[in-house]
């Protein structure tokens, strides 16, 4: 069950329903002599080190990559993985300490890590560049910057940064292209004027821009 919290936004619930569907589609990777494949077709939920193993060779995964609060491990690392076609779903509280995607670019649709509050940092995604829809970073109480999307391009939707309780440095997003709206929200340790900052900074945003309950007593210089 996804904690109450995150499901008081109406959108990122219809975002992500998918997502927390029991059913999950057929998936595969490999031929039928179970040779690894560089495309693996389908979406995978993966909760222990055997579903690991299924994707650990895959360059590409058409569907969607999901972790799940049934998620059994402190980490995860596919070494190979370029291209997800759909959503990267992460949420894995209490548990989650190590996320590593070193060669993942391109996100078909949306991402969201979220309610990983062991996770200290995004920087297992360095050269993730393009995300075809929303990009939620929510609830993830170790983060405190966003360094590990330095190179991050584009936004295909909103941007969502939402309830990190120390999260104070947001820069790494400066001069990222944003196709939807942007809620900068409930962000306790961020300054107000470094989220105004990189809303001013942002490229292309469309939708409407919220940033409330963060740090409004600390300036900035």
Not at 87 to 98: A, G, K, W
Not at 115 to 132: E, M, V, Y
Request: net charge negative; hydrophobic share 40%; with cysteine.
């Amino acid at each position: 069950m996804i904690p109450e919290r995150l499901w008081m936004n109406a959108a990122y619930l219809a975002l992500f329903v998918a997502l927390t569907s029991a059913a999950t589609l057929a998936a595969s990777c490999g031929d039928t002599a179970g040779n690894p494949a560089s495309t693996c077709e389908g979406t995978f939920s993966l909760e222990n080190a055997a579903d690991i193993e299924e994707v650990q060779f895959c360059l590409e995964i058409t569907g969607d990559l999901n972790m799940g609060e049934s998620f059994g491990l402190s980490e995860i690392e596919l070494p190979d993985l370029a291209s997800i076609g759909g959503d990267l779903y992460v949420n894995v509280p209490e548990r989650l300490e190590s996320m590593n995607f070193p060669a993942l670019t391109t996100v078909g649709s949306s991402v969201g890590v979220s309610n990983c509050d062991l996770l200290p940092s995004l920087d297992g995604l360095p050269k993730l560049k393009t995300t075809g829809g929303t990009l939620l970073i929510g609830y993830d109480d170790a983060l405190t910057d966003l360094n590990g999307l330095a190179n991050l391009e584009s936004v295909g939707g909103d941007l969502w940064i939402l309830g990190n309780e120390h999260l104070s440095d947001v820069n790494a997003l400066a001069g990222v292209s944003v196709a939807g709206g942007v809620r900068i929200e409930d962000n306790p340790s961020l300054p107000t004027c470094r989220a105004e900052a990189l809303v001013d900074q942002l490229v292309g945003v469309t939708g409407e821009v919220k940033i409330s309950g963060n740090d409004d007593t600390t300036t900035c210089e």
